[in-house]
C-alpha cells in the first residue's frame, strides 16, 4: 500500500482503481431521487437479474442495506432471529432497536450457521404476552465466522422453516460473491432460498462506496421509501454506481485469487507455534487466528505486527483478524508472513 504497510484488517480497505475511476468519470447520471440517473438504473437492473430477484436498489452502505430490510420486514415491537456472531447483531450499531424497534434474538451457530433446530426453538409461540417472530437473518459468507460458507441445502431448509412459521428470511450477502467463488454456486441460487438480499460492492469487489438490496417489487418500493427516510437516497449517484459496474465486469472472477491467498496465509501462521486457525474455516478471504496459547495478548501483537510493516485487525475474544484483498498481491501476503514469523520469534 502508499504507506508501505501490508493492509490485512479487511477487504473494505481497497481503492478504486486507476480503470475503475476512468469508468467513474464517464458515468453517465441523473437525479436519483427523480428516478433518472442511467447508470444507477442499469446497475440496479443487473443486480436484479443476478440476483434472480423482481428489483433491487442502490444504497450507501451495506449496515443501510440490512436495516432498511429488517425495517421492511417487521413491525416495532417483533423479535428477529440472527446469528449470535452476525453483523446484524454485532457491527450495526443496534440498529435494529434504533430504526425498527425490534429486538434481536441471537442465536449461538456453528461457523456462522444456525441449526434448523436452534431457529425453531428461537421462534415464538404465538402467545399474546410474547414478542411476534417476523424475521429471520443469515449471513453468507459470515464474517465473524471467518468468512464461511453457508451451505445451499442448509438455506433451502432454513427458507423452508420460515415459509412454514410465516417468516421472512434475509440474506446479509456483503460477500455472497466470495461465497459463491468458494461453492460454485451462482449467487442467484442462494438469493433465491430469501425474500431480500443485500449485497457489497465495497467488500471484496473493490468499489470505494456502495450496496444493494434485491427483492419483490413491492418489497423494493418499501425499501425506497426507507432509504429516503434514514438519508440514503441521492443525487447523481451513478458516479458510484460506476464503479460497482466496473466490479461486477472485472472483479468477481479473481476473487479466487484472494481465497488462495488467505489460504497460503494460513499456512504460514498456521506454522507459528501457539497461533492455531480451525481449518474448516479456511473457506474464503477471511482468517482467524486464535493466538491464547501464544502468551501474548491479541492487541499486544496487532501493534507488534504493526511495527513489523503488517496490519491486522482483532477478532473474536482471543483472535486477531487477517483479511485478503484485490490491494494485496501473493508476494505481500509472503512477505507479511515472513515479517509476523519474525516477531513472534522475538521472546
Ligand atoms: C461489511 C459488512 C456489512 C456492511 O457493512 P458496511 O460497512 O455498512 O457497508 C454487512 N454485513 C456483513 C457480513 C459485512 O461484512
Not at 440498529?95 to 431457529?119: C, D, N, T, Y
Amino acid at each position: 500500500m502508499e504507506n508501505g504497510l501490508i493492509d490485512l484488517r479487511s477487504d473494505t480497505v481497497t481503492r478504486p482503481s486507476p480503470a475503475m475511476r476512468q469508468a467513474m468519470m464517464a458515468a453517465e447520471v441523473g437525479d436519483d431521487i427523480y428516478g433518472e440517473d442511467p447508470t444507477v438504473n442499469a446497475l440496479q437492473d443487473r443486480i436484479a437479474a443476478l440476483l434472480g430477484k423482481e428489483a433491487a436498489l442502490y444504497v450507501p452502505s451495506g449496515s443501510m442495506g440490512n436495516q432498511i430490510s429488517i425495517k421492511v420486514h417487521t413491525r416495532a415491537g417483533d423479535e428477529i432471529i440472527a446469528e449470535a456472531g452476525s453483523h446484524v447483531f454485532n457491527y450495526e450499531t443496534a440498529g435494529a432497536a434504533f430504526l425498527s424497534a425490534v429486538q434481536v434474538h441471537p442465536v449461538e451457530g456453528r461457523h456462522g450457521r444456525m441449526s434448523l433446530e436452534s431457529i425453531r426453538r428461537a421462534i415464538r409461540p404465538d402467545i399474546y404476552y410474547m414478542p411476534r417472530t417476523s424475521l429471520v437473518c443469515v449471513e453468507n459468507t459470515h464474517n465473524r465466522a471467518g468468512g464461511t460458507v453457508y451451505p445451499l441445502e442448509l438455506l433451502k431448509e432454513t427458507a423452508k422453516l420460515c415459509q412454514e412459521n410465516h417468516l421472512a428470511l434475509h440474506l446479509d450477502g456483503a460477500r455472497l460473491w466470495n461465497a459463491s467463488a468458494q461453492s460454485g454456486i451462482p449467487v442467484r441460487d442462494y438469493a433465491e432460498c430469501a425474500d431480500s438480499v443485500s449485497v457489497c460492492f465495497s467488500k471484496g469487489l473493490g468499489a470505494p462506496v456502495g450496496s444493494a438490496i434485491a427483492g419483490t417489487k413491492a418489497f423494493i418500493e418499501e425499501a425506497r421509501h426507507y432509504r429516503k427516510i434514514f438519508g440514503g437516497a441521492m443525487r447523481q449517484a451513478g458516479v458510484l454506481a460506476a464503479a460497482a459496474l466496473y466490479a461486477l465486469d472485472h472483479n468477481v472472477e479473481r476473487l479466487r485469487e484472494d481465497h488462495d491467498k488467505a489460504a497460503a496465509l494460513a499456512r504460514e501462521i498456521g506454522s507459528i507455534p501457539g497461533m492455531a486457525i480451525d481449518p474448516e474455516t479456511v473457506q474464503t478471504n477471511i482468517l482467524i487466528v486464535n493466538v491464547e496459547k501464544t502468551g501474548r495478548t491479541p492487541e499486544d501483537l496487532v501493534a507488534r505486527f504493526r511495527d513489523g510493516g503488517v496490519l491486522v485487525g482483532l477478532g473474536p475474544y482471543g483472535t486477531f483478524r487477517a483479511v485478503t484483498h484485490l490491494d494485496v498481491s501473493m508476494a505481500d501476503v509472503r512477505k507479511a508472513a515472513e515479517s509476523i514469523k519474525k516477531v513472534m520469534a522475538v521472546r
